[in-house]
């Protein structure tokens, strides 16, 4: 029979952030009291706690966005080059002017690749966005048409289309992935898990430390109370029938959503990732 260490406390189970932000408050207090041994043992929970919020944010990243982790990233850089791309033919066609065939090509090779501007292409969705980039491309390097002499004419076109192509490519393969380093249900669960285990082995160090000397109570008792205020809160929400939400590791502040820890399916889900564009 596995008994855990977070079994033989009475506290409640808490979410990844509440856990963050008393142990960091705890290994602060601790190292100003020259407590080590609950130092070392608040650092190494903080440690884990710090890859389990990694890993609920890319777990709920995963359940809402249907596209990689890569994908938005990669989104503002082809963004961006298609944009440079227009700008670029813009440059040729200003500085050679109508009657050069520089500016001639240019503005040939900007009538056929973006015939109603690069935000046309930008603000497309992301999977219709990469196949109109793939079209544009095409375009550009289709064999013994005159867009493609004219693009290999352009100076420095052919070098910037080649770029534009790369980051095209790995975006297509991103909105593949959305599953890519994703944890499971299940691998989050005990991840969670095991962060309140050592977060309640944490407090057993600190009760093992102070044993037996009441001159320290003081010091025991600073330790202790970021434990039970953030164990207060959660019992207030529930006394209130409110669902205890998460707070912000770094300042204690309570996010917007959350869920009641522990729910059904064993995971306590992390707050809402801020928006994004949609696409």
């Given at each position: ?9 009475a506290?409640y ?14 290994a602060?207090?601790?190292?100003a ?5 609950v130092l070392?043992?608040a650092?190494r929970?903080?440690?884990?706690d710090?890859?389990v919020?990694?890993m609920?944010a ?17 989104d503002?850089?082809v ?12 440059a040729?066609?200003r500085?050679?002017?109508?009657e ?33 980039v ?8 289709q ?12 100076p ?10 790369a980051?095209n ?9 959305y ?21 309640a082995?944490?407090v057993?160090a600190i ?12 010091e ?14 959660i ?7 409110r ?12 996010l917007p ?5 522990g729910?059904?399916?064993?995971v ?12």
């Amino acid at each position: 029979m596995s008994i855990r260490s977070a079994d033989l406390m009475a506290m409640y189970q808490l979410p990844t952030g509440r856990r963050l932000h008393a142990l960091r408050e705890i290994a602060r207090r601790a190292l100003a009291l020259a407590a080590a041994p609950v130092l070392a043992h608040a650092t190494r929970a903080i440690t884990h706690d710090d890859r389990v919020q990694i890993m609920e944010a890319t777990f709920e990243a995963a359940n809402t966005n249907q596209h990689g982790a890569e994908a938005v990233a990669l989104d503002k850089q082809v963004d961006r080059a298609v944009t440079g791309v227009e700008l670029h033919l813009d440059a040729q066609e200003r500085v050679f002017g109508e009657e050069h065939p520089l500016g001639q090509d240019a503005a040939l090779v900007r009538r056929e690749l973006l015939p109603d501007g690069a935000g046309a292409i930008t603000f497309l969705p992301f999977a219709a966005q990469h196949e109109r980039v793939g079209a544009m491309l095409t375009i550009a390097e289709q064999p013994g048409t005159e867009i493609a002499a004219a693009v290999q004419r352009v100076p420095m076109l052919p070098v910037i289309l080649a770029q534009v192509r790369a980051l095209n490519d790995a975006y297509g393969a991103s909105l593949q992935d959305y599953d890519r380093g994703r944890p499971t249900r299940e691998q989050l669960a005990q991840a969670q898990a095991e962060g309140q285990d050592m977060f309640a082995e944490v407090v057993a160090a600190i009760v093992v430390e102070y044993a037996g000397q009441p001159e320290r109570r003081a010091e025991r008792d600073s330790l202790l109370e970021p434990v039970l205020r953030q164990n207060e809160a959660i019992r207030i929400a529930r006394r209130r029938r409110r669902a205890p939400v998460d707070v912000d590791p770094g300042t204690g502040n309570e996010l917007p959503g959350g869920e009641e820890p522990g729910s059904d399916d064993g995971v306590i889900p992390a707050p809402a990732p801020a928006a994004t564009r949609a696409h």
